[in-house]
């Protein structure tokens, strides 16, 4: 059984940084690509990043909203993936969540993911 666990969620003023880390568990897992969703209050969960792992080639994938202020990252061994998030702004308040899916797709969609963490919030105060 695969388990996807979060960590450094947390509180940040705007302009700040935070990174979040994602490890999942069994050795043998090897997914085609891992990334993150958010879903703030009252809204739906959407797309962040996504990374593909070795057999996509390493692509990265970004949503437009966090385009030249996150940054995906991934470490083979540890089957880990980390997502740095730089001058953050209020409306990147949410939940953020780490999903994994074992096949190629669009990697924005929701649905594609087979494997979910349990969340981290990230909090931003202007």
């Known amino acids: 059984q695969v388990q996807l666990v979060e960590s450094g969620g947390g509180l940040v003023q705007a302009g700040g940084s935070l990174r979040l880390s994602c490890a999942a568990s069994?050795?043998?897992?090897?997914?085609?690509?891992m990334g993150w969703f958010r879903q703030a209050s009252g809204k739906e969960r959407e797309f962040v990043a996504a990374i593909d792992w070795n057999r996509g080639g390493g692509r990265l994938h970004y949503a437009d909203s966090v385009k030249g202020r996150f940054t995906i990252s991934r470490d083979n061994a540890k089957i880990t993936v980390y997502l740095r998030m730089n001058s953050l702004k209020p409306d990147d308040t949410a939940v953020y969540y780490c999903?994994?899916?074992?096949?190629?797709?669009?990697?924005?969609?929701?649905?594609?993911?087979?494997?979910w963490g349990q969340g981290t919030q990230v909090t931003v105060s202007s």
């Open positions: 069994g050795r043998t897992f090897s997914p085609y690509r």
């Open positions: 999903a994994a899916t074992l096949v190629s797709g669009t990697a924005t969609m929701q649905g594609e993911y087979d494997y």
